[in-house]
């Protein structure tokens, strides 16, 4: 970036949402996850739609790359600056627009949190179901489709996304979809842009489908003697026509971690966690017990439920702070956390096999899942001066994401592709499909200045 690319920043967005200064690069230089940090030239906070078509033209003019950023929750480096260049942060662009209360819909903007936007939006008896555990940004999630514990009832973001306003690379500022829940006309350039990772456009506003509170919640937690015994037990629910909100499965060290963290009364064994809710609570004690039968017929050791919000909030909370839990029990180690999914009929058969690899190949941390829809991380930590332990985490990875394509699954259920999923790419889709994101990208942004190295790659 030249200083006169510098100087037209801070007369677009004023000079005190200008900054080259090094904690403010390095902050941008890297997110949740291990991959190395890679700071940008500069980073800007516009204030307005109009700010942002401003850098972008400015970008295309002086040819620097862009890469937008949300609340750098994600982990595999789609935030990260990989070629420099400028970083385009939407903390400023965070307010909650509109709430449609009556057609369940809320317009916000990209910079704001999602657990803060959830904190409004239960004044009026609503929420945004997608559920990716951190306080990501609404913007983030939306480049990443992000998905989390709630998927299996609810979906992931990309099913909850009704409209977009989104800046392409020349600046041209375009709307995309209707706040119509059924919409036909034309090519769906919405749901093009979701999942995108910022390499399409940057997104300036979204209108979100929402849906109301539920009055009353069910928890469960059920032991098994293996994780393959659980995982069959998953399907068998999934299977029965039961609805849960979450299903959840972690490995006995995940479990061991989370009763010793949060002091929960959890059998030492692998473990599922249900969420159920209704409108009444005789429904909900009717569906549990259900569910208690399904998972005593596949071998479950233990099976506790509990009703109420109280329980249903401490048991999630525990649950979304498995990922810290697990740092702070390997101090000083790097990780790496995959994520693959599976159709549900083979969720037995994949938790089997990355059980297997995972013992084979002598690897340390856990194995957890948002199992209702077939989606598995493993968590996996080693000394960070040790070339031969991140190989063998390596090749666990590569090895769990070829067994799932050849189960008829997707190397990434959640986590996108950033960084370290695009050697798969092709592997997955096939070089004519790949071929045809080329020529998507090369339409939407000839210069290739939005977020490159990510996707596609080179």
């Known amino acids: 970036m030249t200083p006169e690319a510098l100087a037209a920043l801070a007369d677009i967005v004023g000079a005190d949402h200008v900054s080259t200064r090094e904690a403010d690069r390095r902050q941008h230089s890297r997110d949740q996850s291990s991959y190395p940090a890679s700071p940008p030239e500069a980073v800007a906070w516009p204030g307005s739609t109009a700010e942002v078509s401003a850098i972008l033209r400015l970008a295309s003019a002086h040819r620097f790359p862009v890469t937008a ?46 657990k803060d936007m959830n904190r409004e939006l239960a004044a009026h008896g609503l929420f945004f179901p997608p559920d990716p555990g951190a306080n990501a940004s609404i913007g983030g999630m939306i480049a990443n489709n992000a998905a989390g514990t709630r998927t299996v009832r609810y979906g992931a973001t990309r099913d909850n996304v009704l409209a977009l306003e989104v800046v392409l690379a020349d600046g041209t500022v375009i709307r995309t979809g209707s706040r119509s ?19 399409l456009g940057l997104v300036t506003e979204a209108t979100l489908k929402l849906a109301p509170l539920p009055e009353h919640f069910g928890a469960v937690t059920t032991a098994f003697p293996t994780v393959e015994a659980a995982a069959t037990a998953v399907f068998a629910i999934i299977g029965s026509g039961l609805n849960p909100v979450a299903l959840e499965l972690l490995d006995e060290q995940s479990v061991r971690l989370l009763a010793a963290e949060a002091g929960f009364e959890l059998t030492p064994a692998p473990n599922l966690f249900l ?15 259900m569910v208690e039968a399904l998972c005593r ?8 439920a509990g009703m109420g919000r109280d329980a249903r909030n401490r048991l999630w909370e525990a649950r979304h702070h498995m990922f810290e839990t697990m740092v702070r029990a390997f101090p000083g180690q790097r990780w790496l956390v995959t994520d693959v999914a599976v159709p549900i009929s083979r969720y037995p058969e994949m938790v089997a096999f990355v059980r297997q690899t995972f013992d084979e190949l002598a690897l340390q941390g856990g194995l957890v899942g948002h199992a209702g ?7 996996i930590f080693f000394p960070p001066d040790s070339p031969e332990a991140a190989a063998r985490a390596d090749r666990h990875n590569e ?17 996108g592709v ?3 999923k695009q050697k798969f790419m092709e592997l997955e889709h096939g070089p004519g499909a790949m071929a045809l994101m080329r020529q998507i990208k090369q339409t939407l942004d000839p210069l290739g200045i939005l977020n490159p190295g990510k996707i596609l790659g080179p």
């Open 69 to 114: 950023w949300g609340a750098g929750t994600g982990l595999e480096a789609m935030a990260v600056p990989v070629r420099g260049g400028l970083t385009v942060n939407f903390g400023r662009l965070n307010r909650l627009l509109a709430v449609h209360a009556q057609d369940f819909q809320v317009t916000v903007q990209p910079g704001l949190l999602y």
């Open 181 to 199: 829940v059924k919409q036909s006309a034309g090519y769906d350039l919405t749901h093009l842009f979701v999942g995108s990772e910022g390499t």
């Open 275 to 289: 969420e159920f809710s209704g409108a009444s609570r005789d429904a909900l004690e009717t569906e549990l017990a």
């Open 297 to 304: 017929e596949c071998g479950a050791i233990s099976f506790r």
């Open 373 to 379: 829809d077939g989606n598995l991380h493993t968590l």
């Open 399 to 415: 090895l769990i994401v070829r067994q799932a394509l050849q189960l008829g699954g997707t190397s990434t259920g959640e986590h």
């Open 418 to 420: 950033g960084v370290g």
